[in-house]
T-cell receptor, first 112, second 116 residues
Framework: AQSVAQPEDQVNVAEGNPLTVKCTYSVSGNPYLFWYVQYPNRGLQFLLKYITGDNLVKGSYGFEAEFNKSQTSFHLKKPSALVSDSALYFCAVKSYGQNFVFGPGTRLSVLP | DAGVIQSPRHEVTEMGQEVTLRCKPISGHDYLFWYRQTMMRGLELLIYFNNNVPIDDSGMPEDRFSAKMPNASFSTLKIQPSEPRDSAVYFC??????????????FGPGTRLTVT
C-alpha cells in the first residue's frame, strides 16, 4: 500500500529565510511525487512533480523539491520565503496502477 | 480555460435532505476525481472516472453517496439522505492522460457543505 507522511503539522519561518516542508513516502514501485498548495477557501493548486530524471525539480513561485530515493523523501524548498507563501501544503504520491494518496498537509506560516 | 468549475460553492441543508454537487472538468481531461476534505480525515478520494466510466468507488462512504458522469463535461455527486457528519468541503479534480502515470490533477474551488 502507498502512504505519505508529512511529519510536521506546522512550519514557521521568517520572511526572507529559506523554508523546507518535509515529505516521506512509501510505495511498492516507482514513485510519482507531487506537491500542491492550498490557500484559504481555495482548491489545491499544483506546484511541481517528480516523474523521472533529475532529482531536483523546479516548480511554480520559486519552489523546488528534491527527490531522494534512498531516504524515500521529497522535501519542498524555497530559498527565500515570502509572507504570501503562507498556506497549507500537501505532498502526494502515486505509483503504477494505484490511486493518488495525499499526505495530511503541513501549514506554513511565514512571519514578517 | 476556466479551470475546473464546481457549483454551488456553499450549501447549507437540513439533515435528511438530498444534496447534489456539480462539477465541470477542464475540457479535454478524461479523468475526473471527487474528494472530500475534513479536519479530522484530511483529503479523501471518494471516486474517480475515466472517460465517463467509474473506475474506483471504494472511497464512497456508504450507499447514501452516489456519483455520475453522464458526459465528458459534467459530473454530479449526490448525497441522499444527508447527515451532519457529511459536512465537509467536497472537491472535484480532473487530469489528462499523457501516456504516463505522472499527470497532475487540477482542482476546483470546492463546495463547502454544511448539514444541520
Amino acid at each position: 500500500a502507498q502512504s505519505v507522511a508529512q511529519p510536521e503539522d506546522q512550519v514557521n519561518v521568517a520572511e526572507g529565510n529559506p523554508l523546507t516542508v518535509k515529505c516521506t513516502y512509501s510505495v511498492s514501485g516507482n514513485p510519482y511525487l507531487f506537491w500542491y498548495v492550498q490557500y484559504p477557501n481555495r482548491g489545491l493548486q499544483f506546484l511541481l512533480k517528480y516523474i523521472t530524471g533529475d532529482n531536483l525539480v523546479k516548480g511554480s513561485y520559486g519552489f523546488e523539491a528534491e527527490f531522494n530515493k534512498s531516504q524515500t523523501s521529497f522535501h519542498l524548498k524555497k530559498p527565500s520565503a515570502l509572507v504570501s507563501d503562507s498556506a497549507l501544503y500537501f505532498c502526494a504520491v502515486k505509483s503504477y496502477g494505484q490511486n493518488f494518496v495525499f499526505g495530511p498537509g503541513t501549514r506554513l506560516s511565514v512571519l514578517p | 480555460d476556466a479551470g475546473v468549475i464546481q457549483s454551488p460553492r456553499h450549501e447549507v441543508t437540513e439533515m435528511g435532505q438530498e444534496v447534489t454537487l456539480r462539477c465541470k472538468p477542464i475540457s479535454g481531461h478524461d479523468y475526473l476525481f471527487w474528494y472530500r476534505q475534513t479536519m479530522m480525515r484530511g483529503l479523501e478520494l471518494l471516486i474517480y472516472f475515466n472517460n465517463n466510466v467509474p473506475i474506483d468507488d471504494s472511497g464512497m462512504p456508504e450507499d447514501r453517496f452516489s456519483a455520475k458522469m453522464p458526459n465528458a463535461s459534467f459530473s454530479t455527486l449526490k448525497i441522499q439522505p444527508s447527515e451532519p457528519r457529511d459536512s465537509a468541503v467536497y472537491f472535484c479534480a480532473s487530469s489528462s492522460w499523457h501516456g504516463t502515470e505522472g499527470s497532475e490533477q487540477y482542482f476546483g474551488p470546492g463546495t463547502r457543505l454544511t448539514v444541520t
